[in-house]
């Protein structure tokens, strides 16, 4: 009995993500897989609650938000402006050395970026646990590029209802 209700658990965790990527719409399927990818994120769960890494490098602590929309999900996002200010084009090769000498002056004040590989812009990421969340308790550090939250279960006991 105790081995089917975890995988029971995760079964309809499962069916849960599926099932809430169909509340978007279809024009933002890139938007949608770029952030089931990112940020990668392991979870563990212990007796007392959850902990989350996430990788999120690149990023100041003020451009990532946290925030619980209910008791039981925690949605992590944030936004990051690229670093290339001016898209410059090369200057064109020269014969003389007067042109030359005006190029490499031309590119040290505006410089030419020959690759853009980081990724910028916004993510957003939600995280639905099965219990509770204490949100008054949960504690985030971010250092070196990894984000640590401290998720604690709830207390919350069972309510009973009586039957009249």
């Given at each position: 009995?105790?081995?089917s209700q975890p995988l029971l658990g995760q079964v309809f965790r499962d069916m849960h993500r599926a099932f809430s990527l169909l509340d978007e719409p279809l024009t933002n399927v890139s938007r949608r897989a770029l952030s089931a990818r990112y940020?990668?994120?392991d979870i563990v769960e212990t007796k007392t609650g959850y902990e989350?890494?996430?990788e999120i490098p690149g990023f100041?602590?003020?451009d990532i938000d946290i925030h619980l929309p209910d008791d039981h999900t925690l949605v992590i996002g944030g936004n990051q402006e690229s670093s290339t200010t001016s898209h410059s084009t090369p200057a064109e090769p020269s014969v003389g050395d007067e042109q030359v000498a005006s190029s490499s002056?031309?590119?040290m004040n505006s410089p030419y970026w020959w690759k853009s590989e980081r990724i910028t812009g916004s993510f957003k990421r939600a995280f639905t646990f099965p219990h509770s969340i204490n949100g008054d308790a949960i504690k985030a550090n971010y250092k070196d590029g990894i984000l640590i939250i401290n998720v604690p279960k709830s207390e919350k006991a069972a309510i009973r209802i009586p039957i009249e």
């Open positions: 009995m105790s081995f940020p990668p994120t989350l890494h996430a100041q602590k003020e002056t031309d590119v």
